[in-house]
């Protein structure tokens, strides 16, 4: 038993680890390389031009400006921020298995939905709402006399993107958003709305990037739509062939880790050994069962936040053992179950608070024009 508890307190960092666990998803890293290659030529292939005629230009007319959010800036937020989370949480545990899936698997999301994203975008080339002034800068309109199809003399660089409208992703956001539902357990049955909050606020920034490719006149709205769709789907994939499902007891650490601790628990070392180079789904249903043993076993291995609203662990059987079969009213149990609660309601007063203040804010004024 001593040494069980001994081979769950070991740290595996990635100076220990790192380099036999880096080695074991070569062929992974291989495929991030070469989805990487196809992300850039697709960026430079030409796509699609579509038939666009006199009658349609009514359509695309909307105003040509620079992105209120800078594609560096969306880099930034969707992938660099939650490398930087990623790091945070292996500072933290010193798990390098976690910290190595979760860059793989965000790896992985934002590179398969570029390349899906950038195909269909090539082959279905429609135009952006701005299309009109990327074809005719100076305004003088021509069209072909016979098709009545325009014949654009702007940019060609520009032309070029204008036929790139559909879809637009962002699929780095919706990973992370999961990453921090599984790690703050977000599905504990506890009630805690405010570790919700948490999750659904990568989301939300995903939703004002997406918007402001719309109000920027870059993309339709249905392109967003569809995008985001296709972001989410492919970020939800990815995050499940590493990490169980955020609902899931074991949802706060990739599979990965459970398997060493099956073979941690099971002392065999030639075991651990072939463990680390094999796949976290091939574990068997047998080492699956051994991992669920308790939850207080499980947490014996781990370094936990310390923060109240993490951490509230109470149970019921061990607090309040001789009214369990009583009335549980407000005077018994009211202020109880209100400080249980408390980081719930601060975060209730603030979204009521923010819902006001975005009531009074002026919204943005979208070009309207003469059709």
Known sequence: ESMREAQLVVLHTVRSHGAKLARTHVHDWVIIAFLAGVVIGLNVTHPFYRFVGKDMMADFKYPHKSNTIPFWAVLIVAYLVPLAIFVAFYSYRKDVYDLHHATLGILFSGLITGVTTNAIKIAVGRPRPDFFWRCFPDRKELYDQVTGRVICHGDKLLMKDGHKSFPRAFAGLCFLALYLSGKIKVFDRRGHVAKLCISFLPLLVASLVAVSRV????????????????????????????????????????????????????????????????????VSESSSRALRTSECDLETGIKEEEEPLI???????????????????????????????????IILICLAVLDGVLNIIEPFHRFVGKT
């Open 215 to 282: 109000d920027d006149y870059r993309h339709h709205w249905e392109d967003v739509f569809a995008g985001g769709l296709i972001g989410m789907v492919v970020a939800t994939l990815c995050y499940l062939q590493f990490f169980p499902a955020p609902y899931d007891p074991n949802g706060w650490g990739p599979y990965a880790y459970f398997q060493m601790l099956a073979e941690a628990q099971s002392g065999d070392g030639s075991a651990t050994n072939t463990n680390q180079r094999e796949e976290a789904g091939d």
């Open 311 to 345: 951490l509230l662990r109470h149970r019921i059987s061990d607090t309040m053992p001789d009214i369990q079969l009583g009335a549980h009213t407000v005077r018994s149990h009211g202020s109880i179950v209100a400080r249980f609660h408390m980081y719930d309601w």
